[in-house]
């Protein structure tokens, strides 16, 4: 899953949490699914940021 899809989906989640009448059980659900959601985004920026480290170096050594 991308980043932007998993931000998006996390944007939903948020959204029926707040204006949902929903029952315990759908919310502990959608908050399962939310950290889920949430680790592939801490994935996404750590490998984007490592990449970005990388080309800085790369650059201060040229």
């Known amino acids: 899953m991308k980043y932007q899809e998993a931000?998006?989906?996390?944007?939903?989640?948020g959204?029926?949490?707040?204006?949902?009448?929903?029952?315990l059980d759908k919310?502990?659900?959608?908050?399962l699914r939310a950290q889920e959601l949430?680790?592939?985004?801490?994935?996404?920026?750590?490998?984007?940021?490592d990449r970005l480290n990388e080309f800085q170096s790369s650059q201060n050594e040229a």
């Open 27 to 31: 919310i502990e659900e959608l908050l």
């Open 7 to 13: 931000l998006q989906e996390l944007k939903q989640i």
């Open 38 to 49: 949430a680790q592939i985004c801490r994935l996404s920026l750590r490998r984007v940021n």
């Open 15 to 23: 959204h029926q949490i707040e204006n949902d009448d929903l029952d």
